[in-house]
Structures are given as structure tokens and as C-alpha cells.
């Protein structure tokens, strides 16, 4: 590592974290824990409350050299008394709960605690636990034992470099694990907090325009394999531009072994993908509002509510405000990565939802359920017909070339076989797990 990277690194400093839990043992004293020994077992007394500390202080300095800091409370700690052989004896759910004294029969025992904060991801939210190593309760004498707390997830933040930010019109990153996700936009500076996982993947998308006026996505990933309990990374997205050539590369700072850096695209469009908001097509970073259908039988639907705009195979035109007109085959072929043509069934389960033979309003342009269906007509020839009064629409229907059409004045969907050489407009389902 150079001395750049060393004067780059983020320092993880934790202030006071030890938690010293003064256990004494006496033969005299109350217990707020009713105890009921049998004949000739003896007991002693543990003294918890107001020995834990209040706060945990928390210093860390930023690749500026400003230090932050920032305090956690303990209230909330968790506590746990158990026995050698790992039986629960105790347990307490936040620190104000612990009486003044615990009564336990004479043996050996230790101590855990832990914040009660664990997330699969979050910004700003450290998780800490820590253990006491084995004590022995023993009658009228006195113990005292010392729990250290460390950090037991690892965190992360995404830095962009200047010319990251200059070049390219807008930047985010994803990092995630089996278990869970962040997004980091360009300005944030916070770091995120992850779970114990095998690997971290890094998805950096940078949108730029070209001087043709044609807008473009560039998407780049890398991945942490094996992070340990407390480590830190910063990742640093520097892309730039010059003559329409890229130089991207992630660099992970600290504890971080570059050999298990990897690049490769495109990746999983719906990584970052939430069912009923924007979804980006990320081969031309065109942007779809997307709906959710809750079907009676349990499944949802996942729809593209716009006509598609796709124009990266040979013959497809259009694009404006009916979207792009497809052959049959073009209609499959063009659908984005794990989205896919509307079937007859989609179609049916849609039907069968709405319920009546008065549904055609609901799925138009203003209808409630936000399908927006549109009069686009059909292109066949280099020739518009029915543009403005009748929709026609491919859809799946396994051998046979099918669409969905309706015309000014219909209450319902008809379905009927349809040439294949005749370009339509499309509509797809994206595929999630139901």
C-alpha cells in the first residue's frame, strides 16, 4: 500500500468500550431474582446495576483529517448470564432492566452482551458484543469481571473522485451481501454497516453522454471476499473520460486484498430495483415506471407500465410517445434482462382480477390501476394504421404470434392470433420472486 493510501485510510477508533461488570458475591444481601436452592446447595449474589457504562464514545477521522465523534448509548445493551456448559441462566433486555443483585447458585458462569441493533445493512449503526471469559460463583467471596465489546460487523463508505464527479452526469454505487443492501449516491459520505457475510459486491453505475448526444451507462463492479468483524474499507470510484475512453477502477482501502478486486458487465438490473418505482433498462438507461398487481391467488405482478422504447435491434422504429413498434420475434428478443413478454396468461390472471366485462378503463390511459395502456395502432410496411384509436399489443402465446387489441369504444381486452411480420407495441412483466 502507498503512502497515498495509508494517508487515505479511514481510522476506526473506538473510545471506551469496555464494559466492566462488577460481579460481587455475598451471603447477606437481598436478591431481586427469587432463587429457591434445594438442601445444602449455596448461593451467592451478583451486583449488576449501574456498572455498565452509559455510553460508548466513538472517534473516527475522515481521509481530510477532521475527527468525528459521536457517543451510543447502553441502555439497550443486552445481557446474558450463562452457565459453563452454555445454559441460559439470566437474561436481561436492556441494561436499566438488571436489578441490583442476582442471586445464583455456586458453579462457574460467564457473561455476554451485545447491542440489540444487528442489521443486515444500515447506515451508521455499529453492532458490538463481547464476553466475559469463565467465573466461579462461590459462597461469601468476591469476583470481579471484565467484558470487552468490539465491533462485530464491518463497515464500508463509497468515495467518487473529482473527475468521477466532472465526467459523468449521474453516479451511484450498490453494495450488497446475501443478506442485504445499500445505495450510495454521490453525496453520501456516511458509512454503511454490514452483517458477517462470505462476500460484498460493488456495483458502481456512471450515466455519461456522448458528444452525439447519446446517453450511455457504464457499469463496473468489485468484490470484498471474507470481511471481518470491525474491519473498515473505503471504496474509491475513479472514472473518467477522454475521447470517449474510460479508466474505472474500484480501489478498496484498508484491510483490503486487491487480488480479489473483479470487473464485469453488465450485471443484475434489478440489484437495485424496488417493484412499483423506476425501472432503468441498463443497455439504454431508459427509465420505466413500473406497477404492482397483488393477484388474489398470493403471486404479484410486476408490470412495465409504459410502452417500451428499446432500439438497440436492427428494425425497430419509433420511440415517442407510443413507444417503439416490434415484429413478433423482435418483441422477444428486445425484453431486458430478466423481464419477458407478457403471456396469455398474465393477461387472463389480469382479467380475471380486475372481474366484470367492464375493465378496459382501468388499464387505459388515467385508469386507476396505472397500466396506462395506449391507442398506439400497428406499423406494417412503413405504414401507421389505427395510431391514436386502436392499441395493439404483443404478448407470449407459446406457438402461435399473439396480441391484445382494443379499439375507441371496447369495454374489453380481445385476444386473437396476429400476423408475425407486423410490428406492435410491447409491454413486459419483470420477473421477481413472488
Known amino acids: 500500500m502507498n503512502n497515498k493510501n495509508k494517508q487515505n485510510r479511514e481510522n476506526w477508533i473506538i473510545l471506551g468500550f469496555t464494559i466492566v461488570l462488577m460481579l460481587f458475591f455475598t451471603s447477606c444481601k437481598e436478591s431481586d431474582h ?18 455498565i457504562s452509559a455510553t460508548i464514545d466513538i472517534q473516527s477521522e475522515n481521509q481530510n483529517g477532521r475527527t468525528k465523534n459521536s457517543s451510543i448509548s447502553t441502555n439497550n445493551w443486552r445481557v446474558f448470564i450463562f452457565s459453563e456448559n452454555g445454559d441460559l441462566i439470566l437474561e436481561y433486555d436492556d441494561r436499566v432492566q438488571i436489578p441490583t443483585v442476582v442471586e445464583l447458585l455456586e458453579g462457574r458462569y460467564f457473561v ?10 444500515a447506515f ?4 458490538f458484543e463481547g464476553a466475559s471469559d469463565p467465573f466461579d460463583v462461590v459462597d461469601a467471596d468476591t469476583t470481579e469481571v471484565i467484558i470487552t465489546a468490539y465491533p462485530a460487523n464491518f463497515r464500508i463508505k463509497v468515495e467518487y473522485t473529482e473527475s468521477t464527479v466532472n465526467d459523468f452526469d449521474k453516479i451511484y454505487s450498490i453494495v450488497s451481501t446475501s443478506k442485504g443492501s445499500l445505495t450510495y449516491s454521490r453525496t453520501q459520505d456516511r458509512f454503511g454497516y454490514f452483517e458477517l457475510d462470505d462476500k460484498v459486491d460493488v456495483k458502481a453505475y456512471l450515466f455519461y453522454t456522448t458528444t452525439d448526444g447519446q446517453e450511455n451507462l457504464r457499469i463496473v463492479s468489485g468484490e470484498i471476499l471474507n470481511p471481518k468483524a470491525a474491519d473498515s474499507y473505503t471504496v474509491t470510484i475513479d472514472g473518467s473520460i477522454r475521447s470517449g475512453a474510460f479508466n474505472i ?8 486484498d486487491e487480488d480479489s478486486v473483479t470487473f464485469d458487465d453488465p450485471i443484475d438490473p434489478l440489484l437495485s430495483f424496488v417493484p412499483g418505482e423506476l425501472y432503468i433498462d441498463p443497455r439504454d438507461t431508459e427509465e420505466y415506471e413500473t406497477i404492482v398487481i397483488d393477484l388474489e391467488n398470493g403471486q404479484k405482478q410486476v408490470w412495465i407500465a409504459e410502452n417500451f422504447r428499446y432500439r438497440g435491434l436492427s428494425g425497430i422504429v419509433g420511440g415517442g410517445v407510443y413507444g417503439a413498434y416490434y415484429t413478433y420475434q423482435q418483441a422477444i428478443d428486445a425484453a431486458p434482462q430478466r423481464a419477458r413478454l407478457a403471456t396469455l396468461e398474465d393477461y387472463q390472471n389480469l382479467i380475471d382480477y380486475l372481474g366484470g366485462s367492464d375493465y378496459l378503463g382501468r388499464l387505459r390511459v388515467g385508469g386507476d390501476i396505472g397500466l396506462n395502456l395506449l391507442p398506439g395502432g400497428e406499423l406494417f410496411r412503413g405504414n401507421y394504421s389505427g395510431v391514436g384509436s386502436n392499441g395493439f399489443y404483443w404478448c407470449d402465446g407459446g406457438d402461435s404470434p399473439t396480441i ?23 409491454r413486459y412483466i419483470i420477473e421477481i420472486n413472488n
Not at 427469587?34 to 456498572?51: N, S, V, Y
Open 34 to 51: 427469587e432463587l429457591i436452592p434445594a438442601p445444602g446447595e449455596k448461593t451467592g449474589f451478583i451486583q449488576l446495576k449501574d456498572i
Open 112 to 121: 455476554e452482551v451485545h447491542s440489540d441493533n444487528l442489521v443486515s445493512a
Open 124 to 127: 451508521d449503526t455499529p453492532y
Open 249 to 256: 477502477d474500484i480501489n478498496v482501502i484498508e484491510n483490503f
Open 404 to 426: 391484445v387489441t382494443f379499439g375507441p369504444t371496447s369495454s374489453e381486452l380481445n385476444i386473437r392470433s396476429y400476423p408475425n411480420d407486423r410490428q406492435l407495441t410491447v
